[in-house]
Every structure is written in structure tokens, then in C-alpha cells.
């Protein structure tokens, strides 16, 4: 897994600078909120906000924090979705969907035991997508990609109904972040 494409992959989706009014984000660039740029040291003017910078804050706060890392010992495409929910939606909203994922896959516990959904990345749900992949195979990572993309499409949709000004954003999110 090569998270530098992956932050190169990120940063292409996402774009320059962007201060939509819709966006409850304000200014971005790159994807890189301005509350997030300043909390991890950024001064400037988000139009001049360095790649460098963008991609440290990716690789800090969506790939090595949340450990997904650990995601791509075991199976690249889930880690690379993982950090990608991560971007747009937060790690804990993107290990969550995981979770819950797994559970809805395991059989009724026969393949291996429900995990508590409490967001976070740890030894129980590594060892889950462990027994999931013994499992089912390689082949098994399609079905756990579509079970989060399901999730996270539903979340999008959610966001829309609850807020209309995300419908601004809603078909974009669509495109370029499921499947």
C-alpha cells in the first residue's frame, strides 16, 4: 500500500482552493479545511497553503493516527477506503463503518465475535478483518468494500435530507467517493 498515491490520489479529488458558502468547512485547499491547517500549524492564506503541508496533515491525521497502516498489512483496497471515508467524513466515522461491516458479515458470530462499535481502529477489529479475509479470501474484500460504500452512501444521502444546502455537494459525493 502506498499511501503517498493515495494522499496524491486525495489531493487530486479534492482540488485547489474552494470557500463554497454552502460548505459549513469555510475556506479549503486541497481539501484541507482552514480549522484544520490552523490546529496543525498554518498561518497563511489558505490559497498559498503548501502541498507539503497538505500532505503531512493527510498522512498525520487520516492515515498514521487513525492506523490504518495496520488496515494495509492485511488488505490494501480496505485501508485505501478507509483513508479516503477518513478524508471526508472523519477516521471515526470511517472505522465505524468498518465495524459495523464486520459485524453484519460474520455470521451471527460463527466466523468470529461482534466488535463493539466504538470507532477506533485496535487489536479486536484487525483480528475481525483478520477472520473475515481468512474467511471469504481476497475476494471478500469486494463485499466488505461494497457493505461501507452502502454506509457511507447512506450517510451522504442523510446529510442531504438533514441539511439542504448538502445537496449542493450531495451528487459530487457520489461520483467521486463511492465505488
Known amino acids: 500500500m502506498d499511501i503517498d498515491r493515495l494522499i496524491d490520489e486525495v489531493i487530486a479529488r479534492e482540488g485547489g482552493y474552494s470557500d463554497h458558502p454552502a460548505d459549513r468547512g469555510g475556506p479549503t485547499n486541497m481539501g484541507i479545511t482552514q480549522a484544520v491547517a490552523r490546529a496543525h500549524g498554518y498561518a497563511g492564506a489558505m490559497q498559498a497553503l503548501p502541498r507539503a503541508v497538505a500532505e503531512k496533515i493527510y498522512r498525520r491525521l487520516y492515515w498514521d493516527r487513525p492506523g490504518y497502516g495496520f488496515v494495509a498489512e492485511c488488505s490494501g483496497p480496505i485501508a485505501a477506503e478507509m483513508f479516503d471515508t477518513a478524508v471526508n467524513m472523519g477516521p471515526g466515522v470511517a472505522t465505524g463503518f468498518l465495524q459495523r461491516a464486520l459485524n453484519a458479515l460474520n455470521r451471527n458470530q460463527q466466523d468470529y465475535p461482534d ?52 445537496e449542493a455537494f450531495l451528487y459530487g459525493w457520489l461520483a467521486n467517493r463511492i465505488g
Open 115 to 166: 466488535l463493539k462499535v466504538d470507532r477506533l481502529l485496535g487489536a479486536r477489529t484487525l483480528a475481525a478483518l483478520n477472520a473475515f479475509r481468512a474467511l471469504r479470501g481476497p475476494s471478500g474484500d469486494q463485499v466488505l468494500l461494497k457493505a461501507i460504500e452502502a454506509l457511507q452512501g447512506e450517510r451522504y444521502i442523510a446529510l442531504a435530507e438533514s441539511r439542504p444546502a448538502n
